[in-house]
């Protein structure tokens, strides 16, 4: 089965500076999808960033990038410039089409505060 | 496009009770998905369905059933509600391997 985990339960940055959350995952598939979700105080799931395993290039959305790193089995978000509301939970989720399900496995979160 | 929704928002149970949670999409997606988020955790699945008419297991489905009648909507069943089962629950439609869109999520206390 796969898993996935966020080694980093709370993080604080200040505002305008960048912050890194970091994600490992265990898979012995070789295509599939990661994707970072935002959940703030609202409980809405947000999809920040998607990557695809076959695509060497780092996904990248304004602000949001990743470093995806195949063989280590890592994908870490950078937010950059970071703002009062990109506080919130992230969480990180694996895909594939084992059992033709789709179904996103998740982490346990990381919690980002802001400091003004 | 109102995407997904679920009804109620909000629900408190007693122990043994029973409910339905109603998830619909507009958005003519096949994949369906109902998760629980519990504190500390991230979401875990309950069960999905890949089309109108189908039904699977997910990680964690004891004390659950669902039903896919129409292809936008998807319901969750608790039979005999127990307090392990107070959570927030999460419903989430797709075209895979496109994303997953999340509804509001339902918090649900069970007595």
């Known amino acids: 089965a796969q898993t996935v985990t966020q080694s980093q339960p709370e993080m604080s940055v200040q505002e305008a500076e960048t912050v890194t959350l970091s994600c490992t995952y265990d898979?012995?598939?070789?295509?599939?999808?990661l994707f970072w979700y935002k959940q703030p105080p609202s409980r809405q799931m947000i999809l920040v960033i998607r990557?695809?395993?076959?695509?060497?290039q780092n996904a990248t959305e304004n602000r949001f990038s990743v470093n995806f790193q195949k063989a280590a089995k890592s994908f870490s978000l950078k937010i950059s410039d970071s703002q009062l509301g990109d506080a919130a939970m992230y969480f990180c989720a694996y895909s594939n089409s084992g059992a033709g399900s789709y179904q996103l496995t998740f982490g346990k979160g990381t919690k980002l505060s802001v400091i003004p | 496009n109102a995407g997904v929704t679920q009804t109620p928002k909000f629900r408190v149970l007693k122990t043994g009770q029973s409910m339905t949670l109603l998830c619909a999409q507009d958005m003519n997606h096949e994949y369906m998905y109902w998760y629980r988020q519990d504190p500390g955790m991230g979401l875990r699945l309950i069960h999905y369905s890949v089309g109108e008419g189908t039904t699977a297991k997910g990680e964690v489905p004891d004390g659950y059933n669902v039903s896919r009648l129409k292809k936008q909507n998807f319901l969750l069943g608790l039979e005999s509600a127990a307090p392990s089962q107070t959570s927030v629950y999460f419903c989430a439609s797709s075209y895979p391997p496109g994303e997953q869109f999340f509804g509001p999520g339902t918090r649900l206390t069970v007595l």
């Open positions: 990557q695809e395993a076959y695509k060497q």
């Open positions: 898979t012995s598939e070789s295509d599939y999808y």
